[in-house]
């Protein structure tokens, strides 16, 4: 079946960047687009940056524009989303997701920003 | 920016009940709108997408209706495993991708 697994959790200083991963199967992976989305305590669903999977485009929110990074590997049928200049506020569970509208998730990564 | 406001922000019921939570953009968003349930400690799970179309494997009890700026997501008989949140989303073109606050359904 569809499946997407992420890596695991993640303790960072503040300054500090952040890798997380998000392994695709159950498909063809370079067939569609890879989002990630955050979820901070308390706060809402906020969607971070898409990726497509086929050539590697990538479009990103303005409040993460120059933080964010979004690769992809696909031999390794796996995406990547990179957060640098980590701040507490960054404490989150990150998910990605497949496709437009989200379908499935990721279980999410839990990354802790604390000195 | 379109931004998605729902309603109520916590929902008390009960098993059986025929429940609704509203979701209101700030603009017209035509059919661009998706429901999304989640469990405690889970992700997300797609519910519903343009606006009223049921995600293949969710119950019929789930429906969805609306469009423009005003949309509903109702359920027909509340299940034990319903007990969840649930957000709307815009999803649409200029990579748009926003959602609401999410509501709690708790008994």
């Known amino acids: 079946q569809v499946q997407l697994v992420q890596s695991g959790a993640e303790v960072k200083k503040p300054g500090a960047s952040v890798k997380v991963s998000c392994k695709a199967s159950g498909y063809i992976f370079s067939h569609y687009v890879i989002h990630w989305v955050r979820q901070a305590p308390g706060q809402r669903l906020e969607w971070m940056g898409w990726i497509n999977t086929a050539n590697g485009d990538t479009k990103y929110s303005e409040r993460f524009q120059g933080r964010v990074t979004l690769t992809r590997d696909t031999s390794a049928t796996t995406a990547y989303m990179e957060l640098s200049s980590l701040k507490s506020e960054d404490t989150a569970l990150y998910y990605c997701?497949?496709?437009?509208?989200?379908?499935?998730w990721g279980q999410g990564t839990l990354v802790t920003v604390s000195s | 920016d379109i931004q998605m406001t729902q309603s109520p922000s916590t929902l008390s019921a009960s098993v059986g009940d025929r429940v609704a939570i509203t979701c209101r953009a700030t603009?017209?968003?035509?059919?661009?709108l998706a429901w999304y349930q989640q469990r405690p400690g889970k992700a997300p799970t797609l519910l519903i997408y343009?606006?009223?179309s049921l995600q293949s494997g969710v119950p019929s009890r789930f429906s969805g209706s609306g469009s423009g700026t005003e949309f509903t997501l109702t359920i027909s008989s509340l299940q034990p495993d319903d007990f969840a949140t649930y957000y709307c989303?815009?999803?649409?073109?200029?990579?748009?991708?926003?959602f609401g606050q999410g509501t709690k359904l708790e008994i």
């Open positions: 603009q017209n968003i035509n059919i661009w």
């Open positions: 989303q815009h999803y649409g073109g200029s990579s748009t991708y926003t």
């Open positions: 343009k606006a009223s």
């Open positions: 997701a497949r496709t437009t509208p989200f379908d499935p």
